[in-house]
């Protein structure tokens, strides 16, 4: 046998030993963690978009994806713990749902990636440096978009005509919230109403609230999303109907508490993105070279059970605008 051939043999042996070698070692399965202040039943629509959007990414939890779903039932005070065990298990990438679940995240994380499926303002929150440039370990969507503010109210003028005085519940211990309520107030301006911001640090501050509504005569209340109204959403929900107040919120979750309407970025569409900033992730692309996206999907939803418990009539042309109607 010739040197040249006897060579050629050894190195197609050793180019099929590597090969047996790679295919006996077991490919690196993904880990992802889900963190959620929410129910799995509250949120199974979105994290079956979620699944779905790693469904087109080519990923099959179980096969070449795992996802470890944390859900706090929305008591808050298991969301740190649930981050930081996500940590101890070596996630690759944490996927957040607003941010309540961001924030314990972002302080167990270190250098562990987190993709926000859904957060307010990131940049005002202090998140992400700016939405172009995240900047960090952050990156995702964000459910806002500047004609929101402008859009709710605009809905509620539409349902109540004589509609004259709006009040707004934010809580000013969450940043970013008075940068919202500017918009708010710069949106109600064009349309002739004028803004009652009402303040809340806990769950024992809504009976007080309702009352200074009342007296104050505003027909119509809009809630700037945070921990306190979000996690006490049905009791929100009944004060209002109490008062016959008219309500709006940019977060499905109230309407299924029975608030007359929410206006906001579709839940499900969300998610489903969510899951190509983690396959990019995965892939290699770092966190602050992939911009945060804004919401391209809106949904109208509209509480006519609640409607009429406050003796409300939505006139048909709100109704004809509605993706969905509760009755």
């Known amino acids: 046998m010739n040197k040249r051939l006897l060579g050629y043999l050894i190195f197609t042996l050793v180019v099929a030993a590597v090969h047996t070698t790679e295919a006996q070692q077991p490919k690196k399965i993904s880990r992802i963690g889900f963190l959620s202040v929410g129910s799995a039943a ?3 629509e979105r994290v079956e978009a979620f699944r779905r959007g790693l469904r087109e990414q080519g990923y099959t939890e179980g096969q070449n994806i795992l996802v470890e779903y944390r859900y706090a039932e929305d008591k808050l005070d298991r969301l740190r713990e649930f981050a930081k ?3 101890r298990l070596k996630v690759d990438v944490i996927v957040t749902g607003g941010p309540v679940a961001t924030r ?3 302080e167990a994380a270190g250098a562990i990636p987190i993709v926000l499926a ?3 303002d990131p940049v005002r929150t202090g998140l992400v440096t700016s939405l172009a440039r995240p900047g960090g370990n952050i990156t995702g969507l964000t459910s806002n978009a500047e004609e929101l503010n402008g859009k709710r109210l605009e809905l509620l003028k539409e349902a ?3 509609l004259s005085r709006v009040a707004v519940i934010r809580n000013s211990g969450m940043s970013g919230t008075e940068g919202a309520l500017k918009d708010v107030e710069l949106a109600a301006q064009s349309l002739g109403l004028r803004i009652h911001a009402l303040e809340i640090s806990g769950p024992n501050d809504l009976e007080g609230i309702f009352q200074v509504v009342k007296k104050g005569g505003a027909r119509a209340l809009m809630t700037i999303g945070d921990p306190v109204t979000f996690t006490h959403r049905k009791r929100v929900i009944d004060l209002a109907i109490k008062n016959r107040v008219a309500t709006i919120h940019g977060q499905i979750p109230f309407a299924e508490a029975g608030g007359l309407m929410v206006y906001g970025p579709n839940d499900a569409d969300m998610y489903r993105r969510a899951a190509t900033f983690v396959d990019k992730i995965l892939k290699g692309v770092k966190p602050a070279d992939l911009p945060v996206e804004r919401p391209v999907k ?3 939803i509209i509480n006519l059970k609640t409607a009429e418990r ?4 939505v006139p048909p042309n709100v109704l004809a605008r509605a993706d969905k109607v509760i009755r």
């Open 42 to 44: 509250s949120m199974s």
């Open 85 to 87: 065990e996500l940590v």
């Open 104 to 106: 314990p995240a972002k």
């Open 118 to 120: 859904y957060e307010a």
């Open 160 to 162: 109540i005509p004589e």
């Open 298 to 300: 809106f949904d109208l």
């Open 310 to 313: 406050i003796s409300l009539t």
